[in-house]
């Protein structure tokens, strides 16, 4: 059983910068996913960026491609997120969730296909 537990979230200007940090405990495996979703009121969650833990595989959505990086650090067994650029559509209650191998690209998983979720960390952009 994997945990995870982000931070890294807050107000921010637009065009500012943040970077997310998701920590992972318990078992991970290098084919592992773990993504990062957001969730703005009354919207459904979308999926936002992913990667395996070997790296090998990233996603971005079409809206953050260019201003937001997926990284990993194994030896601290903890994702990143980094998002320049912000854009006030932006905020939104941000989540990482981790996955068990099921495709070789991160870019076909979907929602129901991460097993454990964090409890999401508040990003808003003001204008």
């Known amino acids: 059983q994997v945990q995870l537990v982000e931070s890294g979230g807050g107000l921010v200007q637009a065009g500012g910068s943040l970077r997310l940090s998701c920590v992972a405990s318990?078992?991970?495996?290098?084919?592992?996913?773990v993504g990062w979703f957001r969730r703005v009121p009354g919207k459904e969650r979308e999926y936002v960026a992913g990667i395996r833990w070997s790296g090998t595989s990233t996603y971005y959505r079409d809206s953050v491609k260019g201003r937001f990086t997926i990284s990993r650090d194994s030896a601290k067994n903890t994702v990143y997120l980094q998002m320049n650029g912000l854009k006030p559509e932006d905020t939104a209650v941000y989540y990482c969730a981790a996955g068990a191998y099921k495709y070789s690209s991160v870019s076909i998983y979907r929602e129901s296909d991460f097993q454990a979720w964090g409890q999401g960390t508040q990003v808003t952009v003001s204008s």
């Open positions: 318990g078992r991970t495996f290098s084919s592992d996913a």
